[in-house]
Nanobody
Framework: QVQLVASGGGLVQAGSSLRLSCAAS????????MGWFRRAPGKEREFVAS????????VYADSVKGRFTISRDTARNTVYLQMNSLKPEETAVYYC????????????WGQGTQVTVSS
């Protein structure tokens, strides 16, 4: 089992930056990748970014490319999401998640952290 705790959300103005953190504990040696997802009010959950645990390969949703950066610190078992130039429509609950292989679903989920971007 892997436990994830997300933090770093808050209320910011449009155009501002925010950094989210996700601390992993438990069987972190078994992780293949970790990702960030978000769910805006009244919308489906959507993928934001992911990073492989060992190689650090990244994938981004088109909507955040060039503005968001995902990174990881394997010594601290933590993944970060640096979000720049935030937009009001990116107001959502942001969740971190983890999976054990490239073909697996994300089965480990954090509790979510609220990001509110005011216009």
């Amino acid at each position: 089992q892997v436990q994830l705790v997300a933090s770093g959300g808050g209320l910011v103005q449009a155009g501002s930056s925010l950094r989210l953190s996700c601390a992993a504990s438990g069987r972190t040696f078994s992780l293949y990748s970790m990702g960030w997802f978000r769910r805006a009010p009244g919308k489906e959950r959507e993928f934001v970014a992911s990073i492989t645990w060992t190689g650090g390969s990244t994938v981004y949703a088109d909507s955040v490319k060039g503005r968001f950066t995902i990174s990881r610190d394997t010594a601290r078992n933590t993944v970060y999401l640096q979000m720049n130039s935030l937009k009001p429509e990116e107001t959502a609950v942001y969740y971190c998640a983890a999976r054990n292989s490239a073909r697996a679903e994300y089965v480990f989920w954090g509790q979510g952290t609220q990001v509110t971007v005011s216009s």
